[in-house]
């Protein structure tokens, strides 16, 4: 038998909505907050710290779209790690809140500014609280990175964009439905997926759910492991601390840890936030891979946000190209969607198309690297990314 030990969940509860009244950030020389009059109304966008007050992460929870990514915890995650600039932005009608976007506006010697709906997550779309089109939403937008002279904004959603916005990446995305039960989720594995999970526990593994120090620790050597077999360096070790500390800690998702005679094998990140889960990292020890750990890790992660009250996981994106990931997703009963990221370009005032990838000659200098210059690439590298 698999043994499963679990950590208590802490949901988010919902409120009443309320438009918030959100403390905007300074404004370098005496700038003032993007205002616009259409046909004899008022449309003004704010830049708001969500790491101020409580009044962002209030009025997130009341959208039913709102995930993780939208969240105050995450707005530290990024600051604490990267040091980038909270610029998120609220945008209101005669004084009535229409859209909440948020953007870090990421700066670097090497690739300049830029404002990013946001760094390092798999999609994030504006939370639009009424029939707020996508022409407008672009509109104040652009007049933000105009002010804040960046080179370009992206919005890592296509849904609340103008329709004549070109898709600058697209990817696969995957969702899971957790509310049609247990029993129904197990049944739609695929049956490769049941006689994996079944030779995992017949091979003794057990299952650790838990959400303290020592479990990201034994994740971030996995993790180490998994990411220079696949040609790419490792995000810098205090990304993770930081998600542990302000996620994980504090009750937004947990990590599932499989093993064999306490040897680590597998282990996987998930996130929660109100209905919406989300699958983020998974890593392991590809020595053993024929034990399963990884399929097991999966299941129970799944069977555990079921029994949370999660609606909806999500698998994040996945690349075009990687057939083999997408299988994989789709072999747990989830949903195949696009998910579109859209760019807006400054300097030529226009939206960027996607242009074909490169030829991943990078992924086997990264493969060659020792663990260590892999792991000090990542910590150069990743600071100057989004």
Known sequence: ???????????????????????????????????????????????????????????????????????TAWARVLV??????????????????????????????????????????????????????????????????????WSYFEIRSHSAMPAAAAASESYYGHFLDLKIGRDALISNFSSSVQRAVRK?????????????????????????RTRRRHGVPPQPQSFFVNIQRHLIGAGHGFIVIVEVQKRPLAAAIF??????????????????????????AMSEGIKNLADAGAEILHFGRTEKE?????????????????????RFEMGSASWKVAHPSGSGLHKHVFRALPASLNRLAGAMIYPHLD
């Open 200 to 224: 995992a526990e017949r091979s003794g593994l057990s299952v650790r759910i838990q959400s303290d120090e020592d479990a990201m620790a034994t994740f971030y050597k996995l993790h180490v």
């Open 80 to 149: 604490d790690t990267y040091g980038h600039r909270p610029c998120y932005a609220q945008i209101s009608l005669n004084g009535n809140l229409q859209a909440l976007v948020p953007i870090m506006e990421v700066k670097s010697v090497f690739t300049g500014a830029r404002g990013v709906c946001l760094p390092f997550s798999d999609y994030c779309a504006p939370l639009v609280f009424s029939s707020f089109t996508g022409e407008l939403l672009s509109q104040k937008l652009h007049q933000i990175a105009r002010e804040r002279r």
């Open 271 to 296: 996130f929660k936030f109100g209905r919406h889960a989300i699958y983020k990292f998974g890593a392991s020890d590809e020595r053993l891979q024929e034990l399963r750990a990884n399929n097991l």
């Open 1 to 71: 038998m698999t043994a499963v030990s679990k950590v208590k969940d802490h949901s988010a509860t919902a409120a009443t909505l309320v438009t918030p009244i959100l403390r905007s950030l300074p404004r370098p020389d005496g700038e003032e907050g993007v205002q616009t009059e259409l046909a004899g109304h008022s449309l003004s966008a704010e830049l708001v710290n969500p790491l101020a007050e409580n009044s962002w992460e209030e009025t997130i929870t009341m959208h039913r779209d709102a995930t993780i990514f939208h969240s």
């Open 322 to 342: 990687n057939e083999g990931l997408r299988r994989f997703k789709l072999s747990w009963g989830a949903t195949e969607e696009e998910i579109r990221y859209a």
